[in-house]
């Protein structure tokens, strides 16, 4: 089993910045690809970026690109989201994820394996 664990949330201004971490623990860290995802309340979940198990490709929703870093530290077990340019969209959960492959929209739940309980954003006007 793997258990994720979410940090850096918090409340910003509209244009600012924050950088999420997830740390990983259980089966080895570099066996899967890791992603994130975010949930507006009474919304469905949604696809935010994702990087492979070694970090030699990336995948970004086209609404984040550009403005959103995903990387990651094997070594530290941990992988991040930087957040810049911040837009004023409210109140939202953002999730981390690991996966054997790639997160794919069309499949069952993303084919995510395992998922983080969340840290919340707030980015306000």
């Known amino acids: 089993q793997v258990q994720l664990v979410e940090s850096g949330g918090g409340l910003v201004q509209a244009g600012g910045s924050l950088r999420l971490a997830c740390t990983a623990s259980?089966?080895?860290?570099?066996?899967?690809?890791m992603s994130w995802f975010r949930q507006a309340p009474g919304k469905a979940r949604v696809f935010v970026a994702a990087?492979?198990?070694?970090?030699?490709?990336?995948r970004y929703h086209d609404y984040v690109r550009g403005r959103f870093t995903i990387s990651r530290d094997n070594a530290k077990s941990a992988v991040y989201l930087q957040m810049n340019s911040l837009k004023p969209v409210g109140a939202a959960v953002y999730y981390c994820a690991a996966s054997a492959l790639m997160p794919n929209e069309c499949g069952p739940n993303w084919g995510v394996d395992y998922w983080g309980a969340g840290t919340l954003v707030t980015v306000s006007s």
């Open positions: 259980g089966r080895p860290f570099s066996n899967y690809a």
């Open positions: 990087i492979t198990w070694n970090g030699d490709s990336t």
